[in-house]
């Protein structure tokens, strides 16, 4: 595997072990079927308790049967699920950042003891729910309303595009308390059996497709007042969004790791006019510029890491690795592809699917020209957005 700059060297035993366990999970379960699961357009469902016996949910959260490993080792996880397939990095980012995240940092005793051990082992499936159809990029202006009912609330809305939401038993749902003053955001755990809550599948996807993605529509539904997590505010689930935006930023090098791999062996084994078309020198200039992608865009997700593990790690300095890593692992998926040749369109190959999943991580968890404008009020104290 690609390490140009023998980052290997400096791995805690811990921080190997997990990748490793992550990279054979990966090479014996994920690999040989993910073109299947991407042609069918189905998240393998069977996976989610073994991932959870792996330890894959938020291992970097402390206390209820998470192991509390560093920040980097939550990274190389990461890295090496989505070198796999975005999908299953997805699944294992939203259990972990979007849902067991916010119940560990703003939930309850109570709703901790209840959902982070179920959560953590793969017996529960979370999504967030924060995506409206008419706010996306701007979901301060959300319209799910949560209205005082007796000692809960009534929840009202629609989100969608939510990630595991059709075989999800909690959601995460951020809405408008219109009884309060201010109407501030807050958060609710809505089981999705509950009455007044429906969840339909989105089909037709092109990217993504080895993944569950959902509409989560409610009317009326009741939440006890058990199921409301204590944080008030934008800065709910954008703190879980700078979580999960970490993990992407590793993750998007796991794709593009792969991407390299696939078409540096391929390249090597391919010959045209009587040679490895590796022999020629516009592939290896192609090859060269990969493989020093890959290799900045891990060392600024290492460094993330650093500044995560003492504490000092700023969502602007998520938002650059983001946009940066993404856009790298979408241009050299494009690249790896054509080294492939005719046989790079097919799913016997891993370029074109990470190509394609890329269009949906280039967009999701803010899209990259969301996270321009939001290193750019950093650079320049003049916040560009309207
Ligand atoms: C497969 C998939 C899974 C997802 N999973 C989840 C999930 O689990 N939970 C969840 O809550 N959401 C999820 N999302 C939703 C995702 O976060 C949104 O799609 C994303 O935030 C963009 O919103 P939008 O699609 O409404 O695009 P829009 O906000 O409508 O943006 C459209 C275009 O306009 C640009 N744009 C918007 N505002 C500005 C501006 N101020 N300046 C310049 N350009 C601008 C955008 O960059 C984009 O190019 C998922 C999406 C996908 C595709």
């Known amino acids: 595997m690609l390490d140009y700059?023998?980052?290997?060297?400096?791995?805690?035993?811990?921080?190997r072990l997990i990748r490793d366990t992550a990279r054979e999970f990966v090479a014996d379960r994920v690999k040989p079927s993910v073109g299947e699961w991407f042609e069918s357009g189905e998240f393998p469902e069977h996976l989610i308790e073994e991932m959870g016996d792996l330890g894959f949910y938020a291992p970097n959260l402390e206390g209820y049967g998470s192991a509390n490993v560093s920040e980097r080792a939550y990274g190389l996880l990461m890295q090496e699920l989505e070198a796999g397939d975005s999908g299953i990095r997805s699944m294992a980012s939203v259990q972990g950042?979007?849902?067991?995240y916010p119940i560990h940092a703003f939930g309850t005793a109570a709703q901790?003891?209840?959902?982070?051990?179920?959560?953590?082992q793969g017996d529960a499936v979370g999504c967030f729910g924060l995506t409206e159809p008419e706010h996306g990029s701007d979901p301060a202006s959300m319209e799910t309303r949560a209205e005082v009912d007796g000692d809960g609330y009534l929840l009202t809305g629609t989100k969608t595009w939510i990630t595991n939401a059709p075989i999800a038993d909690l959601a995460i749902v951020w809405a408008r308390d219109v009884s309060a003053e201010g109407q501030p955001v807050r958060g609710f755990l809505v089981e999705t059996d509950a009455d007044g809550v429906t969840v339909s599948e989105i089909d037709g996807k092109l990217s993504m497709r080895a993944s569950s993605t959902g509409e989560i529509s409610m009317d009326d539904a009741y939440v006890p007042p058990e199921n409301v997590l204590d944080v008030t505010g934008m800065k709910g689930p954008l703190s879980c969004l700078t979580q999960a935006r970490y993990g992407i930023a590793w993750g998007a090098v796991g794709a593009a790791r792969d991407c390299f791999e696939t078409a540096r062996e391929y390249a090597t084994?391919?010959?045209?006019?009587?040679?490895p078309i590796a022999g020629f020198q516009l592939q290896q200039e192609k090859l060269t510029e990969m493989?020093?992608?890959?290799?900045t865009a891990q060392l600024l997700a290492h460094r993330l890491a650093d500044l995560k593990e003492r504490g000092d790690l700023r969502p602007q300095q998520v938002s650059m690795a983001k946009r940066n890593n993404v856009r790298m692992a979408r241009k050299q998926a494009a690249v790896a592809r054509e080294i492939l040749g005719g046989n790079g369109i097919t799913t016997d190959y891993s370029p074109m699917r990470h190509l394609a999943n890329m269009e949906t991580?280039?967009?999701y968890e803010g899209t990259h020209d969301i996270h321009s404008l939001i290193v750019g009020e950093d650079l320049t104290g003049l916040a560009a957005f309207e």
Request: charged residues 35%; aromatic residues 8%.
């Open 361 to 363: 991580v280039y967009t």
């Open 291 to 295: 493989a020093t992608q890959v290799t």
């Open 5 to 15: 700059v023998d980052l290997e060297a400096d791995l805690a035993e811990e921080e």
């Open 269 to 275: 084994d391919r010959e045209q006019f009587d040679r």
């Open 112 to 120: 901790k003891d209840r959902w982070l051990p179920a959560l953590g």
């Open 97 to 100: 950042a979007l849902v067991m």
